[in-house]
């Protein structure tokens, strides 16, 4: 059975994007921080269109943030290093139990936003 995602291709997608990890992370620091600024103007009579801004500044910060996460975690497979069968295998669970993880973590914040959004 082949899977489409899988360690392998989660590390070329990290590799593909390593020069951009350090931008991602600047930009969700800089996103968390507007968020906190503008949930400090944040009152009772506060627009809902600013509301509703700083909420989406929020739910960017955290994607970019799980994006940057990703990067940093399959940019080197363990398991390419592995000198045994046994650290082979060891490894191999830990990068599936990753990529698992990662499948649904991605998604996570936009589908968050999108249900808060519509709901």
Do not use: D, G
């Amino acid at each position: 059975m082949k899977y489409l995602l899988t360690p392998e291709v989660f590390n070329q997608v990290a590799v593909l994007f390593w020069n951009t990890r350090w931008r991602f992370l600047q930009w969700s620091l800089f996103s968390f921080v507007l968020f906190l600024i503008l949930q400090s103007q944040i009152s009772s009579s506060t627009p809902n269109v600013l509301v509703w801004l700083a909420l989406l500044i929020l739910f960017f910060a955290l994607q970019i943030l799980v994006l940057a996460s990703f990067i940093f975690f399959f940019k080197n497979l363990p398991s390419t290093k592995a000198k045994s069968t046994h650290w082979y295998r060891f490894y191999r669970v830990i990068e599936w139990c990753e990529t698992l993880i990662f499948t649904l973590l991605i998604p996570f914040p936009t589908l968050i936003y999108l249900y808060m959004l519509f709901i």
